[in-house]
């Protein structure tokens, strides 16, 4: 693993440990931050790379995990099978845990 690429999972855990802090209140704030950090990673090819692989991947671990043959986007899944916004970070912190320790 990069440094760049350290640095992005430091701040996705940061992000979803204290959401507050980041004023992300439920998925669809955290995936509007990600999308903010692939913006300003846009100038830095490899970096925005590994942050866009990182996410597909996530994308078919969600699809995978609700058992989905077509390839939604995973915020929305997450939206739709959780009852609230509180849930719906559980859930993300949850998943993403398993995912980053799936690929170590």
């Not at 609700?66 to 859930?91: K, P, Q």
Request: proline residues 1%; glycine residues 4%.
């Amino acid at each position: 693993m990069n440094e760049d690429f350290e640095r992005f999972i430091n701040f996705i855990q940061a992000v979803v440990e204290r959401p507050g802090m980041f004023f992300v209140n439920n998925v669809e704030d955290f995936s509007l931050v990600i999308l903010g950090y692939r913006a300003a990673c846009s100038n830095h090819s490899q970096s925005y790379e590994a942050v866009n692989d990182f996410f597909n991947n996530f994308k078919g671990f969600i699809n995978k995990h609700y058992g989905m043959s077509e390839d939604l986007d995973w915020a929305r899944l997450i939206r739709f099978h959780c009852v609230n916004d509180f849930t719906t970070l559980e859930f993300l912190k949850r998943k993403l845990n398993e995912f980053i320790a799936g690929m170590v």
